[in-house]
């Protein structure tokens, strides 16, 4: 017999997030400067008549799989892992959910460095949330999204891209502290200006490993630090001043990583303040600044990405370029004058199809809310 008073069946978008500025800051307890975006993955999530078998459909991928919810483990790679670990850490956190069939279609460009993953993991905690009534908050529902990712999918994402998803606000960007988890969402005012996305079409496969080197390195500085300031946990507590007073102390390469999350995270500050203060071209300043130590620094930018943004820094009516995301490929987001976005995308894309003999894909974004119900029923 079904239980009427049960939801049955529900319907969730979660978006992508571009980010203005603040890459490689979340995981130094940091700051970041994000939204959502109008591009999203939505669920169709509903009960099965199974006590403990999910069913899991990626419909763009046309590929599907089933597992059982009392024993199942991470598996080599696969979008399947995104989804085990998820149920996987709401479990741990105490969740009790039945079997459920749930489908999956977005139109998140993968490896676009808009965080896809980030949006599949939100939409599944979300809606497994309601669902079942498993009574968790957004807080812990991000986290889980988060933990998905280190404890399944083995990278060790900060929480940018998790809390962007879940907590966007429409025309907002929103200043988080990574360590706090304080954050003020910001109206995003650009006047005559407009972003715009311009996707590589790369992908280098370098993302993942290196991604986990750059957060041990950081780790490694902190450890370097600690000896001379032992009250200081983490990058986020370093001026930059002090940093240089240890310049010596330290191998060249791990002082380069640090001086980029100790910069990056000063700049999240001031670009907040010019942005408030509508000082845009101070912006554009800070973001390429940004790409710059993202590129010599951190090391994490690629030749298709420094060409993109190489090509906007002699045009008066572009403020700011740089990449945006993990790095090795995705996009670049850019500061633009609306009225000169047109010829320069098509200026643009002819260039890079000589330089790289790739196509170009441009995004024009709105800021939206973000996770959020479109649809739940108690029928079947
Ligand atoms: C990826 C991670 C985020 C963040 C960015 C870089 O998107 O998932 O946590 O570290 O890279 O800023």
Not at 33 to 57: C, F, G, Q, W, Y
Not at 65 to 70: E, P, Q
Not at 71 to 88: D, K, L, P
Not at 97 to 118: C, K, L, Q, T, V
């Amino acid at each position: 017999m079904k239980d009427n008073h049960k939801k049955q069946s529900i319907i969730i978008q979660s978006p992508a997030r571009i980010n203005i500025i603040g890459e490689h800051t979340d995981y130094n307890d940091g700051f970041v400067l994000p939204a959502a975006i109008d591009k999203n993955m939505v669920i169709r999530l509903k009960r099965n008549e199974t006590p403990h078998i999910a069913k899991v459909t990626a419909t763009n991928l046309n590929e599907s799989f089933t597992f059982d919810l009392k024993s199942f483990s991470r598996i080599n790679a696969g979008w399947q892992n995104y989804i085990m670990g998820v149920v996987h850490e709401l479990q741990k956190l105490g969740g009790k959910m039945s079997g459920f069939d749930a489908e999956f279609e977005g139109n998140i460009p993968i490896g676009g460095g808009m965080s896809s993953s980030a949006a599949l993991e939100c939409s599944l905690a979300y809606s497994l949330n309601v669902l079942f009534e498993l009574g968790f908050n957004k807080a812990q529902l991000i986290k889980a999204s988060q933990l998905a990712e280190h404890n399944f999918v083995g990278i060790k994402c900060g929480i940018m891209d998790q809390f962007a998803s879940m907590m966007g606000k429409k025309d907002r960007v929103m200043l988080l502290d990574c360590r706090s988890l304080a954050y003020s969402y910001y109206p995003l005012e650009l006047g005559d200006y407009q972003l715009l996305l311009l996707n590589s079409n790369v992908s280098h496969t370098l993302a993942s490993s290196e991604y986990n080197t750059r957060r041990a390195e950081c780790e490694e500085g902190v450890g370097f630090l600690k000896k001379v300031f032992p009250e200081m946990t983490n990058l986020r507590d370093v001026s930059p001043e002090q940093l240089v007073s240890l310049k010596e102390k330290m191998p060249e390469q791990i002082f380069r990583r640090c001086r980029h999350v100790v910069s990056e995270n000063q700049r999240v500050l001031a670009a907040t303040k010019a942005l408030s203060e509508g000082k845009l071209d101070i912006l554009g300043q800070l973001i390429y600044q940004s790409h710059f130590s993202l590129q010599t620094d951190y090391e994490v930018s690629c030749p298709e990405l420094d060409y993109l943004v190489q090509q906007t820094q002699d045009k008066d009516y572009i403020l700011g370029s740089r990449m945006m995301g993990g790095g090795f490929g995705g996009c670049t987001i850019n500061i633009i004058k609306k009225s000169r976005t047109k010829e320069f995308v098509a200026k643009i894309s002819e260039a890079y199809q000589q330089q790289f003999g790739i196509d170009l894909t441009p995004y024009n974004i709105s800021i939206e809310d973000g996770t959020g119900e479109i649809f739940s029923t108690n029928k079947n």
